[in-house]
C-alpha cells in the first residue's frame, strides 16, 4: 500500500519531463525551390505558395526540387545534405505562442553562401531568396506545424 502513493508522484514528475520536452519539439516543413524565367510553370506542389511566390520574387517558372520534414529541438541543428559538399541547416532559435525564430544556412564546402534568422508565424510561410544554382534561383519555403 505504502508504494503506490510514492510511485504515483514520480509517475507525475515523469509525465510532465516529457510533455515539456515534446512541447520544445517543432515540426518544420522545408520545401526548395528552383525560380527561373524559363517557361510559364509552377509544379502542382507549389500552388499554395504561388501568390506569394509570384509577390515577391519576378520569376515565370517555380520547380520543387526537395520537400523535407525536419523535427526541431532548440539549439540543435537540423542538416540535410543538398548536394555533395552542400548543406541546409536549420536550427530553433526561440520558440513561443504565436510563432518561432530560426537560423538557416546553407553551407558549401564549409563556407556559410547564406546565414539569415526569420521569424516563422503559426500557419504562415516564409519564403527565403536563397542562392544562384545553374543560371537559377533557389527560394526556401519554410512553414510549421506545433
Known amino acids: ?3 503506490i502513493p510514492l510511485v504515483l508522484p514520480l509517475s507525475l514528475i515523469l509525465v510532465l519531463l516529457f510533455a515539456s520536452a515534446a512541447a520544445a519539439q517543432m515540426n518544420v516543413r522545408l520545401r526548395v525551390i528552383v525560380a527561373s524565367n524559363d517557361g510559364r510553370a509552377v509544379d502542382p506542389p507549389l500552388r499554395d505558395l504561388h ?10 517558372s517555380y520547380r ?4 523535407d520534414h525536419l523535427s526541431l529541438y532548440p539549439s540543435l541543428p537540423a542538416a540535410i545534405q543538398a548536394r555533395p559538399g552542400r548543406f ?3 536550427t530553433l532559435l526561440r520558440q513561443y505562442a504565436e510563432g518561432a525564430e530560426l537560423k538557416i544556412r546553407v553551407i558549401r564546402e564549409g563556407r556559410d553562401i547564406l546565414n539569415t534568422m526569420v521569424r516563422l508565424s503559426r500557419g504562415r510561410t516564409v519564403l527565403i531568396g536563397g542562392p544562384r544554382y545553374d543560371g537559377r534561383v533557389i527560394i526556401f519555403a519554410l512553414s510549421a506545424r506545433y
Do not use: A, K, P, Y
Open 1 to 3: 500500500m505504502r508504494r
Open 64 to 67: 520543387l526540387i526537395r520537400e
Open 88 to 90: 541546409i541547416e536549420v
Open 51 to 60: 501568390n506569394q511566390l509570384g509577390s515577391l520574387f519576378s520569376f515565370t
